[in-house]
Structures are given as C-alpha cells and as structure tokens.
C-alpha cells in the first residue's frame, strides 16, 4: 500500500437476496447483473438463496424488511441489504449505478471521487 491509497476497508455486509431456481428470466438477469457490477468493482457481498432449503428464515427477512411493487404478493428478488438496513431492489440499484450513486446507495465508503462531467463549474479551477 503506497502514499495516497487508502487502507482497506472492511468486508461490508452486503447481501443480494436470490432465487436460484426463478422461472422468471427478468429475475435471472437482474441478479446476474447486481453480482456482476458489485464483483467487477471490488465490492464484497454475500448471495442468500431464498430457495435454497433451509432458508425460509432469510426469506422472511428478506420480505419484512423489503419494498414490493405494486401488484406484488411479497417481494420479489433480488433485493439488497446492507446489514439490516434495506438498500432497494433492482430497479434501484441500477438508478443508483447509472447515476455513479452506487456507493452511496450501498452506504459504503466511495472508492473513487465521483466523476464530474467535462466542461462542468468544479472543471473550472484557477
């Protein structure tokens, strides 16, 4: 580790909640996706298979402590936590990934300052 890099973080506890056995694809690709960016940045997180047998105890989590969307019966994978905390579903997370707000919307430190646009006012320095 040299001057000006900051030390390591500690592990975060982020969980993708999933399904690994959704007939939907819509739900395949979202959390192949989430998995994806996460891995591709570095970011630690942890998958909990709410199919999986065994887990009907992280499912209820899952579902009291997550948003369903309107027409839901409960909520629908994958959804995000951080900890305890809710964090949001998919369509959150890619709100929040496109808008260079990921960390944010994790609530984990930023690795990188956030880009600013070319030509923008803070660009502008004397």
Known sequence: MGEGEPAPAPAADIKIFISGNSGS???T????????ILKSLG????????????????RDVMR????????QRY???????????????YDDFDVANEDDELEEFLG???????????????????
């Open 25 to 27: 694809k819509e739900i």
């Open 29 to 36: 690709n979202s959390q192949h996706r989430i998995t994806m």
């Open 43 to 58: 970011i630690p997180l942890k998958q909990v298979d709410i199919s999986a047998p065994g887990t009907e105890e992280q």
């Open 64 to 71: 009291a402590g997550a948003k369903k969307k309107e027409g």
């Open 75 to 89: 909520p629908l994978p994958p959804q995000i936590f951080n900890g305890d905390k809710y964090c949001g579903d």
């Open 108 to 126: 984990i430190p930023r690795k990188t300052p956030k880009a600013v646009p070319a030509g923008g006012e803070e660009g502008r320095r004397c």
